[in-house]
């Protein structure tokens, strides 16, 4: 990815502060070492809230990006179901087995809700 394009991807991340573009860019390739509170790894973590993950290899190249996804990026990402997503995508990038899917009553219930949504049981 050039240098343009990664500051393009800056400027999504960066789109509720004033932080320049191109110093996020820096802080992303390792030339700096922050910008105002981000650091290397926040600023890994709003990626990984904003962008598919094919987006993030595409900018970090995919070494850096398995790299920085660790436990305590992941611990810090928000709603739960994002962070069971990129635990799972860690397993798969480090070649470590991937634990099996929960099958317990709640997620049986969370599951029947992204299939079949109220909408179907309203009209009664």
């Given at each position: 990815m050039t240098r343009?394009?990664?500051v393009d991807v800056a400027r999504v991340l960066n789109w509720d502060y004033t932080y320049a573009p191109e110093d996020i860019a820096d802080v992303l390739l390792g030339k700096r070492e922050r910008v105002g509170h981000f650091?290397?790894?926040r600023l890994f973590a709003r990626m990984?809230?904003?962008l598919p993950w094919r987006r993030i290899v595409e900018a970090l190249g995919f070494?850096?990006?398995r790299d920085l996804?660790?436990?305590a990026v992941i611990a810090s990402l928000w709603p739960p179901p994002l962070r069971e997503h990129y635990a799972r995508v860690r397993c798969l990038v480090r070649g470590d087995p991937v634990p099996?899917?929960?099958w317990s009553p709640e997620s049986a219930r969370r599951l029947r809700r992204t299939v079949l949504s109220?909408?179907?049981y309203s009209a009664r």
């Open positions: 343009r394009e990664l650091d290397r790894t990984l809230k904003t070494e850096q990006a996804l660790t436990p099996a899917i929960e109220d909408r179907w």
